[in-house]
């Protein structure tokens, strides 16, 4: 098989499904969502809108610690049909992040993005969208609030990218300076913004060793050059973390 494939397709999901052993395409898997959930309590009458949901392995950790009920959106129909087999428990939509307000049905009370705002082509048409679905502040309720964990572009990454299967890969990660004032001008207020990049280099050195070991599972996927390719995006993801051109963050906000 050839290595055209890009990481955000339903193949390039399946493998670091099977590599991070579990439905997660973001990086920290488990301890990531944790970390972004910390302070949050746990109320299993909460709807979450999980957005940018994947294969709904994040969707199913919240529903089943006890964060909430959750309703996962993603673009991709296959990543889609997965989550909806596996995890029959949540609710899964396919739909454009910028047309949420066309399909979520429910007003949630927590709307969470794992590693999935960088590769939305049109960010604040996004936010926009999300406020839209979202419950506004009032006097007798706050409103719905946002956790953003992301890739964030320290210094630069943008301006020499990796590139995957012909396009950038990390399309658009975003800088964290000007970042408050984009969630304003789509309806949000931001309360809170953790840089956590020793932590991004730990995770990714820890999936970089993950691949290796798991490189004839995923030759048999793939092909020895999707292998290689594969390696080589997030080689090079570490690589960029540790010379400081690209770490990661954890952004609160409050629809207001």
């Given at each position: 098989?050839?290595?055209?494939?890009?990481?955000?397709?339903?193949?390039?999901?399946?493998?670091?499904?099977?590599?991070?052993?579990g439905d997660y395409a973001h990086a920290g898997e488990e301890e990531a969502i944790e970390l972004a959930m910390a302070g949050i309590g746990k109320d299993a009458g909460r709807l979450i809108l999980d957005t940018g949901c994947g294969r709904?392995?994040?969707?199913?950790?919240?529903?089943?610690?006890?964060?909430?009920?959750?309703?996962?959106?993603?673009?991709?129909?296959?990543?889609?049909?997965?989550?909806?087999?596996?995890?029959?428990?949540?609710?899964?939509?396919?739909c454009d992040v910028v047309d949420a307000d066309r399909s979520v049905d429910e007003m949630p009370d927590l709307i969470c993005?794992?590693?999935?705002?960088?590769?939305?082509?049109?960010?604040?048409?996004?936010?926009?969208?999300?406020?839209?679905?979202?419950?506004?502040?009032?006097?007798?309720?706050?409103?719905t609030r946002l956790v953003l964990f992301d890739h964030v572009d320290r210094d630069g990454y943008q301006d020499a990218p990796l590139m995957d299967a012909g396009e950038p890969f990390l399309r658009n990660p975003p800088r964290l300076a000007g970042l408050p004032?984009?969630?304003?001008?789509?309806?949000?207020?931001a309360t809170g913004m953790r840089e956590i990049h020793d932590r991004y280099?730990?995770?990714?050195e820890t999936l970089v060793g993950k691949i290796e070991q798991s490189r004839d599972r995923i030759t048999e996927i793939a092909?020895?050059?999707?292998?290689?390719?594969?390696h080589a995006l997030y080689?090079?993801?570490?690589?960029?973390?540790?010379?400081?051109?690209?770490?990661?963050?954890?952004?609160?906000?409050?629809?207001v």
């Open positions: 098989m050839a290595s055209a494939f890009a990481m955000n397709s339903f193949l390039g999901q399946r493998i670091l499904a099977l590599v991070r052993d709904g392995g994040t969707a199913e950790y919240l529903r089943r610690h006890g964060w909430g009920r959750v309703v996962g959106l993603d673009i991709q129909a296959e990543s889609i049909a997965a989550a909806r087999q596996r995890y029959p428990e949540c609710r899964f939509l396919v993005l794992f590693n999935a705002y960088y590769c939305f082509p049109d960010q604040d048409g996004a936010l926009r969208a999300l406020a839209r679905v979202a419950r506004a502040a009032g006097a007798a309720r706050p409103g004032e984009r969630l304003d001008a789509a309806g949000w207020r280099i730990g995770w990714y092909g020895r050059e999707g292998y290689d390719h594969v080689r090079g993801l570490l690589d960029a973390a540790l010379a400081g051109r690209l770490g990661a963050a954890i952004v609160t906000a409050e629809r």
